[in-house]
C-alpha cells in the first residue's frame, strides 16, 4: 500500500513569490493534515481537510492556504514568501479523526 | 491553550540501557495522547497512542501510560537497541480529532 506522497521534495524560492506543495494521501484516507515543522518552532499544525471541506485551522497567517480535491489529494499554497517561512512541510492522511496520522516525507522549502 | 512539554534531548544511551523520555501536558479535558517518532530521512511515524486515563499504549518494546493525576505521558523502553536512534515526539489530541499539539521532540541516540 502506497504511503503519502509529498511533491516536491525540496524547493528554493525568492522572497515575495508563491509557491503550491502538492500531498496525495494512502488510498482511502479522506483526512488531510499539513504541518510545518521548523527548528525553532518545532511542529505546528496548519490545516486539516475532510472530504474537501476545512475543518480546522492553525494559527497561521492567510498567506498560507489550502484545499482538497474530490480524490482526496490536497495542495497548500503560501503567497508573498518571507524567509520565516523556510521549512520543512508535512502532510499526514488519516482514515478517521482520531489523530493516528500517517506522514508523508515532507516538502523542504528553502526561502533566499 | 494545550500544550505539550518535553524533556530536553539529546538523550544518550548505550545499547540495552532503560529509556524514560517525559513527557507532560495541559489540555482542558481529555485529549487522546500519542508519541510519534521521526528516523533520520524519514517522515513521523505513530509509535503509540492512548486515549483515555490509565491507559497503556505500547508497541515495539515502548510503553507509556495516560496518567490524569500527574498530566503525564512518559516514553519508556526497558532495552534500547542503536537502531532506536531518533526524534522522539509528544502530541495531544486537540479537540479529539487530527489537530495535534507536539512537543519540542526529543533526541535518541544509542551507543553500541
Known amino acids: 500500500k502506497a504511503g503519502v506522497t509529498q511533491t516536491p521534495r525540496y524547493l528554493i524560492k525568492t522572497r515575495g513569490q508563491q509557491v503550491t506543495l502538492s500531498c496525495s494521501p494512502i488510498s482511502g484516507h479522506r483526512s488531510v493534515s499539513w504541518y510545518q515543522q521548523t527548528p525553532g518552532q518545532g511542529l505546528q499544525f496548519l490545516f486539516e481537510?475532510?472530504?474537501?471541506?476545512?475543518?480546522n485551522k492553525g494559527n497561521f497567517p492567510g498567506r498560507f492556504s489550502g484545499r482538497q480535491f474530490s480524490n482526496s489529494r490536497s495542495e497548500m499554497n503560501v503567497s508573498t514568501l518571507e524567509l520565516g517561512d523556510s521549512a520543512l512541510y508535512l502532510c499526514a492522511s488519516s482514515l478517521q479523526v482520531t489523530g493516528e496520522l500517517f506522514f508523508g516525507e515532507g516538502s523542504r522549502l528553502t526561502v533566499l | 491553550g494545550n500544550s505539550v512539554t518535553q524533556m530536553e534531548g539529546p538523550v544518550t544511551l548505550s545499547e540495552e540501557a532503560f529509556l524514560t523520555i517525559n513527557c507532560t501536558y495541559t489540555a482542558t479535558g481529555y485529549p487522546s495522547l500519542f508519541w510519534y517518532v521521526q528516523y533520520p530521512g524519514e517522515g513521523l511515524q505513530l509509535l503509540l497512542k492512548a486515549t483515555k486515563a490509565d491507559d497503556k499504549g505500547s508497541n515495539k518494546g515502548f510503553e507509556a501510560t495516560y496518567r490524569k493525576e500527574t498530566t503525564s505521558f512518559h516514553l519508556e523502553k526497558g532495552s534500547v537497541q542503536v537502531s532506536d536512534s531518533a526524534v522522539y515526539f509528544c502530541a495531544l489530541s486537540d479537540l479529539g480529532g487530527n489537530k495535534l499539539v507536539f512537543g519540542a521532540g526529543t533526541i535518541l541516540r544509542v551507543k553500541s
Open positions: 481537510y475532510f472530504s474537501e471541506t476545512q475543518r
